[in-house]
């Protein structure tokens, strides 16, 4: 079985950071892909960031702001936010795809229908 534990988040003034993480905390996988979705009010869920073991992916919308990293000796990927604005407000949640397990060269994908399980979600809120 597969758990995503979320950390991270909060409130923060523009130009702000924040780092997220998120770990699968059942157990240590060889392959494996995170990805970042966010959901503002009145919005579509959206991909924010993924990162597998052979691709990376940015929106265009955070690329030069965002960094997303991978530490694979606790599974755990974090999303390092920087210079951060009003509209990246909304609730971040991780996911993760049951394919990318089997795969070293599993690349990320920006559907959220394609991703299995889904972390608890953690607000991000950019205000001054």
């Known amino acids: 079985q597969v758990q995503l534990v979320e950390s991270g988040g909060g409130l923060v003034q523009p130009g702000g950071s924040l780092r997220l993480s998120c770990t699968l905390s059942?157990?240590?996988?060889?392959?494996?892909?995170i990805a970042w979705f966010r959901q503002a009010p009145g919005k579509e869920r959206e991909a924010v960031s993924c990162?597998?073991?052979?691709?990376?992916y940015y929106a265009d919308s955070v690329k030069g702001r965002f960094t997303i990293s991978r530490d694979n000796a606790k599974d755990t990927v974090s999303l390092q936010m920087n210079s951060l604005k009003p509209e990246d407000t909304a609730v971040y949640y991780c996911?993760?795809?049951?394919?990318?397990?089997?795969?070293?060269?599993?690349?990320?994908?920006?559907?959220?229908?394609?991703?299995?399980?889904w972390g608890q979600g953690t607000q991000v809120t950019v205000s001054s």
């Open positions: 996911a993760t795809d049951l394919n990318s397990f089997d795969y070293s060269d599993y690349e990320c994908r920006t559907e959220s229908t394609e991703y299995d399980y």
């Open positions: 059942t157990f240590t996988l060889d392959y494996y892909a």
């Open positions: 990162i597998s073991s052979s691709s990376v």
